[in-house]
Protein backbone atom coordinates (compact mmCIF):
# COMPACT_ATOMS: atom_id res chain seq x y z
CA UNK A 1 0.00 0.00 0.00
CA UNK A 2 1.54 3.40 -0.58
CA UNK A 3 2.27 5.84 2.03
CA UNK A 4 -0.21 8.53 2.26
CA UNK A 5 2.88 11.67 3.34
CA UNK A 6 2.36 15.25 2.32
CA UNK A 7 4.62 16.63 -0.20
CA UNK A 8 3.36 19.91 0.30
CA UNK A 9 4.24 21.37 3.63
CA UNK A 10 3.33 25.09 3.55
CA UNK A 11 1.33 27.74 1.08
CA UNK A 12 1.30 31.15 2.15
CA UNK A 13 0.48 34.75 0.33
CA UNK A 14 1.97 37.93 2.24
CA UNK A 15 0.00 40.13 2.56
CA UNK A 16 -3.66 38.40 2.06
CA UNK A 17 -5.27 41.57 1.27
CA UNK A 18 -3.71 44.23 -0.72
CA UNK A 19 -4.87 47.45 -2.64
CA UNK A 20 -5.13 47.48 -6.44
CA UNK A 21 -1.83 47.73 -8.05
CA UNK A 22 0.31 46.12 -5.27
CA UNK A 23 1.50 43.03 -4.99
CA UNK A 24 1.70 39.70 -2.59
CA UNK A 25 4.08 37.00 -2.22
CA UNK A 26 2.86 33.48 -2.78
CA UNK A 27 5.51 31.15 -0.84
CA UNK A 28 5.47 27.30 -0.64
CA UNK A 29 7.40 24.22 0.46
CA UNK A 30 7.36 20.61 -0.22
CA UNK A 31 9.14 17.58 0.61
CA UNK A 32 11.97 16.21 -1.03
CA UNK A 33 9.78 13.67 -1.94
CA UNK A 34 7.45 16.08 -4.36
CA UNK A 35 8.27 15.98 -8.41
CA UNK A 36 6.01 18.67 -9.55
CA UNK A 37 4.32 22.00 -8.02
CA UNK A 38 1.58 23.81 -10.51
CA UNK A 39 -0.47 27.06 -9.42
CA UNK A 40 -3.56 28.04 -10.71
CA UNK A 41 -2.67 30.78 -13.54
CA UNK A 42 0.50 30.63 -12.87
CA UNK A 43 1.39 27.40 -14.30
CA UNK A 44 4.49 24.92 -13.02
CA UNK A 45 6.99 26.19 -10.58
CA UNK A 46 9.81 25.02 -8.65
CA UNK A 47 9.28 22.56 -5.96
CA UNK A 48 10.31 25.27 -3.29
CA UNK A 49 10.21 28.43 -4.12
CA UNK A 50 8.01 32.25 -3.78
CA UNK A 51 6.32 33.97 -6.81
CA UNK A 52 4.83 37.89 -6.97
CA UNK A 53 1.35 38.40 -7.73
CA UNK A 54 -0.69 41.62 -8.21
CA UNK A 55 -4.12 40.69 -9.30
CA UNK A 56 -6.19 43.51 -10.16
CA UNK A 57 -9.35 41.55 -8.52
CA UNK A 58 -10.11 39.53 -5.77
CA UNK A 59 -8.64 36.19 -7.10
CA UNK A 60 -7.93 32.55 -5.78
CA UNK A 61 -4.48 30.66 -6.30
CA UNK A 62 -4.54 26.83 -5.45
CA UNK A 63 -1.23 24.80 -5.69
CA UNK A 64 -1.15 21.32 -6.39
CA UNK A 65 2.05 18.92 -5.21
CA UNK A 66 2.90 15.55 -6.69
CA UNK A 67 4.65 13.20 -5.75
CA UNK A 68 4.81 9.40 -5.48
CA UNK A 69 1.65 9.11 -3.61
CA UNK A 70 -1.96 8.50 -4.49
CA UNK A 71 -3.14 12.15 -4.67
CA UNK A 72 -1.85 15.05 -5.10
CA UNK A 73 -1.98 17.47 -2.28
CA UNK A 74 -3.85 20.92 -2.91
CA UNK A 75 -4.38 23.90 -1.26
CA UNK A 76 -5.81 27.06 -1.48
CA UNK A 77 -5.47 30.96 -1.02
CA UNK A 78 -7.27 34.03 -1.59
CA UNK A 79 -6.00 37.91 -2.28
CA UNK A 80 -8.43 39.93 -1.65
CA UNK A 81 -8.12 43.35 -3.47
CA UNK A 82 -9.46 46.49 -2.13
CA UNK A 83 -10.54 49.70 -3.72
Known sequence: MAS?????????????????GASALLS????????KV?????GEQPTTGSVK???SQTS???IT???PVRLPNRSCITIT???
Open 4 to 20: MEQVLLSFEATPRSIQA
Open 53 to 55: VAP
Open 60 to 62: EYC
Open 28 to 35: WSTSAKCT
Open 38 to 42: EITNL
Open 65 to 67: ASG
Open 81 to 83: VGG
